[in-house]
């Protein structure tokens, strides 16, 4: 690109595109990077996911969501967000993913730009320079690996789409949150059979009200296995290798979901100076402006509370970006 922007936001999530909504609206010059497609995390759900909130809450840029449901599915968000980088003409660059922010040279106004460097699918390096920057880009594309032997094969996901392909099948869930008991509820429902490992003594209290007892019948009768206090200690071709207090047993597995969680670009944060807690990766930043320790630099949506993912979702994290740009627009004197 061949001029300085005023701002490049990372991220065209629900809260990267919200900033990009208001940078729009106050005149800013702006461009959206963006790894993957729009609202990739979202793209990334379970097929069949319904949202736990209602409609509303995930609007932004002022445009209706409509569902004749309580609340919408997948499928209702992605057409909805759609709808809405239309609607605003926002300029997303997608899969294309930000290798560096640097703080780059001073421009003609006495504003130090940063050079973004980004890399496209075809492995060509695109530059940008930007007064400011803010990254909008979540936690959903870095799973949290268990680093057991085997968990790079091929049969082992981190994500979990739809339980059609596992009919008949063996399957493995490691983890006690909500992902993990809805797939495992799924994936029993679609004619797998289940086993559930959870490293904990219980399942997680902050499973769904409406999803608990579902999954807290099922093992009770027997219908899923569940091995509690138990940990993966490898995973082979055809099984997975548990611990439960010092006893080992092989499970049969043709395919083993590890729902672990999820965590920021702690890389990315860290190599652009920003100061992060060491317990949960929350970038140090100001809640006023959302700036964070590194000047001229933002995060907003889901990203500013780290590894810590029950804090931050879209109905709080689409109004950072209105704080961001109130800020680069006072700093800019548009």
């Known amino acids: 690109m061949d001029h300085i922007l005023d701002l490049i936001i990372v991220g065209a999530g629900p809260s990267g595109l919200a900033a990009a909504i208001a940078a729009g609206k106050a005149g800013l010059g702006y461009a959206v990077v963006e790894k993957g497609a729009l609202v990739n995390s979202i793209f990334n759900f379970p097929r069949n996911m319904v949202f736990f909130t209602t409609s509303e809450l995930l609007e932004i840029g002022g445009l209706p969501f409509t569902t004749p449901y309580e609340k919408p599915t997948r499928w209702e968000a992605l057409r909805y967000y759609r709808r809405v980088a239309d609607a605003y003409q926002i300029p997303v660059f997608f899969d294309e993913k930000v290798l560096s922010i640097k703080p780059g040279k001073r421009d003609a106004d006495g504003y130090q730009a940063f050079e973004i460097v980004t890399r496209l699918l075809d492995g060509i390096q695109r530059a940008y320079e930007s007064r400011f920057v803010l990254l909008a880009t979540g936690y959903y594309d870095h799973p949290n690996l268990i680093s057991v032997p085997g968990e790079e094969l091929p049969h082992v996901y981190h994500y979990y789409s739809e339980p059609h392909r596992y009919y008949r099948k063996k399957v493995v869930v490691v983890g006690g949150k909500n992902s993990a008991a809805i797939a495992a509820l799924e994936l029993f429902r679609g004619g797998s059979t289940v086993t559930l490992v959870h490293r904990g003594s219980r399942l997680s209290d902050s499973i769904k009200y409406w999803i608990r007892p579902d999954i807290e019948n099922r093992i009770k009768e027997g219908a899923i296995r569940a091995l509690l206090e138990t940990r993966v200690v490898r995973i082979l071709p055809g099984s997975v290798v548990v611990d439960t207090g010092g006893l080992l047993e092989e499970l049969p597995a043709e395919a083993v979901f590890l729902m672990t969680g999820y965590h920021p670009d702690a890389n990315l944060m860290s190599h652009t100076g920003i100061r992060m807690s060491g317990g949960t990766m929350a970038p140090e930043h100001d809640p006023n402006t959302m700036e964070t ?19 931050t979702f879209i109905e709080n994290g689409r109004f950072h970006g209105e704080a961001v740009v109130r800020t680069v627009r006072a700093r800019l004197k548009k």
């Open 293 to 311: 320790n590194v000047p001229g630099l933002f995060v907003a949506g889901s990203i500013v509370s780290g590894c810590d993912t029950n804090r």
